[in-house]
Nanobody, 119 residues
Framework: QVHLVESGGGLVQAGGSLRLSCTASGRIPSGYVLSWFRQTPGSERTLVATFRWPTGGTHYEDSANGRFTVSRDGVKNTVFLQMNNLDPVDTAVYYC????????????WGQGTQVTVSS
């Protein structure tokens, strides 16, 4: 069983930065992925970035590439999503999730953290 808790969301102006954290308790099997998703009202959750556990292979969707970076603090079992040059279109609830592969399935989800980017 894996329990995920996100934090770090908030309100930021366009062009600003935020760092989201996803802290995992419980054992994440080697080779699994911890991914960040986002969701806006009325839309499905979409993948943003993926971190392969524990070695750190990463994958970014086009929406994130060049602006977002995913990394891990191995001591604290936390994965970060550093988001730079934010745009109002990045406004969403951001979730972290653990699954077997980038395309899923995902077995564990956090509760989400709201990111709001003002213009």
């Amino acid at each position: 069983q894996v329990h995920l808790v996100e934090s770090g969301g908030g309100l930021v102006q366009a062009g600003g930065s935020l760092r989201l954290s996803c802290t995992a308790s419980g054992r994440i099997p080697s080779g699994y992925v911890l991914s960040w998703f986002r969701q806006t009202p009325g839309s499905e959750r979409t993948l943003v970035a993926t971190f392969r556990w524990p070695t750190g292979g990463t994958h970014y969707e086009d929406s994130a590439n060049g602006r977002f970076t995913v990394s891990r603090d191995g001591v604290k079992n936390t994965v970060f999503l550093q988001m730079n040059n934010l745009d109002p279109v990045d406004t969403a609830v951001y979730y972290c999730a653990v699954g077997t592969n980038t395309l899923g399935p995902y077995d564990y989800w956090g509760q989400g953290t709201q990111v709001t980017v003002s213009s």
